[in-house]
Nanobody, 115 residues
């Protein structure tokens, strides 16, 4: 299984970015997918998770209202739309399969938000 995250980069505070994570394999739609992030010098933290149908979504409190997780099972892809970015959102963002008992992690994509 491979999880390939993309879409990171340099963004201005207040702007938006959309991250994507494409998964290999035929069983993507059966898994709860999640996004985590790890800022420099900090522990990895939960961002959001979505069940197979999108009917059950959870966010970390600090991301509610700014971030939106979604998925396209036909494309084996989970997305993280981020709005109103803040410098403290700077981190490496990882997608994860089988939240909360994650069994595979993506390699991460770096998001840097400048003030």
């Amino acid at each position: 299984v491979q999880l390939q995250a993309s879409g990171g980069g340099l963004a201005q505070a207040g702007s938006s970015l959309r991250l994507s994570c494409e998964a290999s394999g035929r069983t993507f739609s059966t898994y709860v997918m999640g996004w985590f992030r790890q800022a420099p010098g900090k522990e990895r933290e939960f961002v959001a998770a979505i069940n197979w149908s999108g009917s059950n979504i959870n966010y970390a409190d600090s991301m509610k209202g700014r971030f939106t997780i979604s998925r396209d099972n036909a494309k084996n892809t989970v997305y993280l739309q981020m709005h109103s970015l803040k410098p403290e959102d700077t981190a490496v963002y990882y997608c994860a399969r089988n939240y909360p008992r994650v069994d595979y992690w993506g390699r991460g994509t770096l998001v840097t938000v400048s003030s």
